[in-house]
């Protein structure tokens, strides 16, 4: 789709020693396997990162 043309596009821009993170919820299992998919790693948690629909939900932490 449309989201990895455009990070595919993106990454190479990036040059040496820069690196890219996505931070999602862990619920949003679409976002996350995307981010697998393109070779991101995960690298961990930060709890209660932010405040959705009247409750503390974490966001899983990629990186590349």
Do not use: M, Y
Request: charged letters at 30%.
């Amino acid at each position: 789709g449309f989201a990895i043309e455009a990070v595919e596009a993106f990454l190479p821009q990036l040059g040496d020693g820069l690196t890219l993170e996505i931070e999602c919820e862990p619920r949003n299992e679409t976002s996350w396997k995307l981010g697998l998919r393109l070779g991101f790693e995960e690298i961990g948690t930060v709890e209660k990162a932010e405040f959705s629909k009247g409750e503390w939900v974490d966001s899983l932490v990629l990186h590349k």
